[in-house]
């Protein structure tokens, strides 16, 4: 999916229209699959995934505020230092947000809670490995494809053949957003109008207690034995 047309300004991207309607509404309607508007079915998830039905959607907390701070490089740039940049309200340098951007107050008043995993999501998805994860913070994002440790015990590392979009912006273009390559590194800024892969994310509620499933004798988090999401009474 497109990012957006045009800017990297999540306000007012159109993946943050169609997340928070037609998927969140688990309808059809318009969106950008590739370079035009495409029709999307979010209904019977026969060709896409299926959208939220009304039990996931009571467990989501709308009130929370997504940031958008941005970063002018990744260049350098280690897990921790864009964790500051992300929850910033500078755009990686010294630099205040520009006019069309929304400050980080404005982010999460109007949102249905549907947005993107930012780029530490997925720095602190690691496992480390042999090297620990945090000799693994301590890495250029941009060289972790040469610390296989990093990548190949990460649960968050896209596919062989995934590109995955966050919500990051690449400060020093307003056509650029940061993603998540298949090699396993942050890349600064691929254009918005790129067709790349999607990741729905959200906050859960406090509400929400998160419990093992009944195969007690496995490892819980698997696919083999998930943990269930489940309201608190």
Known sequence: YLWDTDYNNWTTSKLKDMLNGIYYESSSGECYKSNSVSECDFSTGTDLPKGLDDTAKSMIDKEVIWNIGGSSTNSDVTVKMLYERERGKSTGNSNEYPSEWSSTTDVGEKYNGIGLIYPTDYGYATNGGSIGREMCFTKEVINWNSFSDCVKTNWLKPNDNGFIWTLTPYSADSSGAFNVLASGYV?????????????PTLYLKTSVKITPNSYS????????????LSLSN
């Open 187 to 199: 890349n600064r800024g691929n254009l918005v109008s790129y067709v790349e892969g999607i990741w």
């Open 217 to 228: 004798e496995q490892e819980y988090g698997t696919v083999d034995n998930p943990f269930v």
